[in-house]
């Protein structure tokens, strides 16, 4: 069994031990470092690795979550980062996706969510909290002309992190249609991520 490696980085110790210890009582999970700040969290991506990286976005003075993820995926495209925050707004979802972020969940969030967004990270699934999710739902039912009322159901179901296997069996069509629609969404959204997809809905929905 592989063990998924994990830095935690929030400005409040109650915060960062009680998410250690929920995580610790996986076999498959394993906390390997701990960051107060943007600038201890750079440090410690780079001395440990993580496989995942679960980050508050408002911390004390200095670097904030935003710009911390932004320079930890400059520096490595490749890593994971999930953010781990009590803001849902749309500008905080948006800011925080634009920067690199794979999934957004919120403080209190159950373990079984948080659990299924590390492990999904680790896989490229993004995934977003229930309520960040529902609202960007509501968003889509009546999207843009640039997308199809099938895209924007597409669309709004990446916020749970299915896999186009999963998407194909909800939406019962053949993962090789949802791999044609996911084709479109992009093309159309200018992006080339789910993450992206999700966070240009949410911005479009903003700007209307």
Known sequence: MSVITVLLVDDHLVVRSGLKALLGTQPDIEVVAEASSGEEALAAVEGHSPDVVVMDLAMGPGMDGIEAIRKIRERNRRQAVLVFTTYDSDADIVRAVDAGAMGYLLKDAAPEEIFA????????????????????????????????????????????????????????????????????????????????????????????
Not at 123 to 138: I, W
Not at 161 to 170: A, D, M, V
Not at 188 to 194: D, H, I, P, S
């Open 117 to 208: 967004a590390v492990r999904g990270a680790v896989q490229g699934k993004s995934v977003m909290s229930p309520p960040v999710a529902s609202r960007l739902f509501q968003q889509l039912r009546n999207p843009d002309d640039v997308l199809t009322p099938r895209e924007a159901e597409l669309l709004s179901l990446l916020t749970e992190g299915l896999s186009n296997k999963e998407l194909g069996q909800r939406l019962f069509i053949s993962e090789a249609t949802v791999k044609t629609h996911l084709a479109h969404i992009y093309a159309k959204l200018g992006v080339e991520t789910r993450a992206a997809a999700i966070a240009t809905a949410i911005r479009r929905e903003g700007m209307r």
